[in-house]
């Protein structure tokens, strides 16, 4: 089945650092990506999507990008801020699928000092 | 403003009472679901519902059984709770089964003595 490998446990940063956190899938088909943040307390909001292969996705600073050729959608950011310590997970879709079914990665904790 | 609702955000209960986790939305989305988050686990799909009364399991069903009787609701229901069910539950929607853009609840803290 679908599967989302992506940097395990916590990133540990000091405000405007570079961030990267890994993403890696497999799919049969052509899925869509996402990024998603939780703050503490809160549930999962969208960062950002992206369907198609080379295709960028951003926000708030964030940013992915679609590469089929390495099955990869790395988010990136280039000055992280404290207000940016959060869980972010990365998830497919299922390209045209039916069922509805996102397929998370474990998520990634980021922490970041000022 | 759309959103996603959930209640309680807290509850403890003992083992073998029953609990009903509630969740509305107020987007008229026909999709929704139920998840559990546990450390390390990332967020686990319990039930997938296309509509209302059109319910699906989703990896770890076991222990847990959905309601939708009207669109806009949402119920996970776990009879004789178990202490490995503490966990944050948390509620989404989607706009139908081919938009997959999920919106979540603020979860469900849950704690099973």
């Known amino acids: 089945g679908d599967s989302v490998t992506q940097t395990e446990g916590q990133v540990a940063l000091s405000e405007e650092d570079f961030l990267t956190i890994h993403c890696n899938y497999s799919a049969s088909g052509y899925p869509t990506l996402f990024w998603y943040v939780q703050y503490p307390g809160e549930g999962p909001q969208l960062l950002f999507r992206a369907s198609r292969d080379k295709e960028k996705g951003s926000s708030r600073g964030f940013e992915a990008t679609y590469d089929k050729g390495t099955t990869s959608f790395h988010l990136r950011k280039a000055s992280v801020q404290e207000s940016d310590s959060a869980v972010y997970y990365c998830a497919l879709s299922e390209s045209g699928g039916s069922n509805a079914k996102l397929t998370f990665g474990k998520g990634t904790k980021l922490s970041v000092k000022s | 403003d759309m959103k996603v609702t959930q209640m309680p955000r807290y509850l403890i209960k003992r083992m073998g009472e029953n609990v009903l986790l509630e969740c509305g939305q107020d987007?008229?989305?026909?999709?929704m679901y139920w998840y559990r988050q546990d450390p390390g686990l990332g967020l686990q799909l319990i039930y997938i519902s296309y509509d209302v009364d059109s319910n699906s399991e989703g990896d770890i069903p076991k222990g847990y059984r959905v309601s939708r009787k009207k669109r806009e609701h949402f119920s996970l229901i776990l009879d004789s709770a178990k202490t490995n069910q503490t966990s944050v539950y948390f509620c989404?929607?989607?706009?139908?089964?081919?938009?997959?853009?999920?919106?979540f609840g603020p979860g469900t803290r849950l704690l099973v003595l």
């Open positions: 989404a929607s989607s706009l139908s089964v081919n938009q997959d853009t999920q919106y």
């Open positions: 987007m008229s989305h026909e999709t």
